[in-house]
């Protein structure tokens, strides 16, 4: 496979071996994807990720899953979007593949991953699936672990905007 599955649900429900939370450089439960995650993983994910001592943009750091389907949480912190020219393609892009590199020196064989920096942090959504598809692309394309990745978009316009990128035809 060279290109991740793109999928329409709700993220805490999926049954794989890692989610990916969009989170904030403190790791404190937050709205959105971040809430949904923490709240059905209940208090020990909280609890974990105080440990952590926060993450820094472009950085991720990873948790036990908790309550969830998932036996991991990977918090990956992407840039909260300014215009594109504070680095934030690549902070994103980093975001992505440490999230990648995690989950394979785990020994995980499956990770989703929600629409890093599109919600309050104002990353442009066909330029985050931009982002988002060369950095999953060339990790599939190398054989590396996870092999199977899953772009899971709460949103129904999402899915088409990353479908629309697969296809060639952004926007």
């Known amino acids: ?12 429900t999926l049954d794989v071996d890692a989610i990916v939370n969009a989170a904030h450089e403190t790791l404190a439960p937050g709205g959105g994807v971040c809430g949904a995650i923490h709240a059905a993983a209940g208090p020990r994910l909280a609890e974990a990720c105080a440990a952590l ?11 036990a899953g908790f309550d969830l389907p998932a036996r991991h949480v990977i918090h990956a912190v992407g840039p909260v979007y300014r215009g594109g020219g504070d680095g934030e393609p690549q902070l994103l892009a980093s975001c992505y593949r440490r999230s990648l590199e995690l989950a394979e020196s785990g020994g995980l064989a499956s990770i989703a991953f929600p629409c890093i920096s599109t919600g309050i942090f104002g990353y442009p959504a066909d330029d985050a699936a931009a982002v988002a598809l060369e950095v999953i692309g060339a990790w599939l394309r190398g054989g590396l672990s996870p092999r199977r990745v899953i772009c899971c978009c709460f949103a129904a316009q999402d899915a ?8 060639g035809t952004p926007g």
């Open 53 to 63: 001592g926060g993450c820094a943009a472009g950085d991720a750091k990873i948790t």
């Open 160 to 167: 088409q905007t990353y479908r629309n990128r697969v296809a």
């Open 1 to 12: 496979m060279t290109g991740p599955e793109i999928v329409v649900a709700d993220i805490t």
